[in-house]
């Protein structure tokens, strides 16, 4: 199985700030990656596929770049809203695996 | 509008066995795979399981495979997930989840609200 590891496992930020993740595959997943909001007791978001597309309605704050085995998801200037964790997935084959997540909470 | 609404979660013995039920609305079921994914308490998610659009193809976590079973019926555009000998460690939140691609079985587009499965005597 590909094993996916989430960096860090949580941040504090403030409103504005620019908040970056990384992502790391033990193996190729050919871009075959997504990154998902979750907040508690709310379905997930998916708001990055294939490494670098945005969803559509997902605000452009969002972004997400990498390939092979090494991807970063990064909000530009964060709101209040985005206090949340993110998950980063591959879905190259079976079984899809999520990364640990990112808690990213208010300084 | 894409809804997925799970139904059929709650309190169950360790070894007894749950059905669950997700509706989905505002596309056309047959044309996606459709699938589980978990989150136990405190935990990340968990991909469970995944079937195809037509049915013909279904696929297991290791962790479930030979307990839980996946259908669909496509007449009522239902999503099931049978769980048999069920264990503490399968209590979770369990989400149905819409693929956003016919091909991509597992990029995860649209979630249900999800449904609390717990296991406990």
């Known amino acids: 199985d590909i094993q996916m590891t989430q960096s860090p496992s949580s941040l504090s930020a403030s409103v504005g700030d620019r908040v970056t993740i990384t992502c790391q595959a033990s193996?190729?997943?050919?871009?075959?990656l997504s990154w998902y909001q979750k907040k508690p007791g709310k379905a997930p978001k998916l708001l990055i596929y294939d490494a670098s597309n945005l969803e559509t309605g997902v605000p452009s704050r969002f972004s997400g770049s990498g390939s092979g085995t090494d991807f970063t998801f990064t909000i530009s200037s964060l709101q209040p809203e985005d206090f949340a964790t993110y998950f980063c997935?591959?879905?190259?084959?079976?079984?899809?695996?999520f990364g640990p997540g990112t808690t990213v909470d208010i300084k | 509008e894409v809804q997925l609404l799970e139904s059929g979660g709650g309190l169950v013995q360790p070894g007894g066995s749950l059905r669950l039920s997700c509706a989905a609305s505002?596309?056309?079921?047959?044309?996606?795979?459709v699938s589980w994914v978990r989150q136990a308490p405190g935990k990340g998610l968990e991909w469970v399981s995944t079937i195809s659009g037509s049915g013909g193809n279904t696929y297991y976590a290791d962790s479930v495979k030979g307990r839980f079973t996946i259908s669909r019926d496509t007449s009522k555009n239902m999503l099931y997930l049978q769980m048999n000998s069920l264990r503490a460690e399968d209590t979770a939140v369990y989400y149905c989840a819409k693929a956003k691609y016919f091909i991509t079985l597992t990029l995860f587009h649209y979630w249900g609200q999800g449904t609390l499965v717990t296991v406990s005597s």
């Open positions: 193996q190729d997943i050919n871009n075959y």
């Open positions: 505002g596309f056309t079921f047959s044309d996606y795979a």
């Open positions: 997935q591959h879905y190259d084959n079976l079984p899809p695996l």
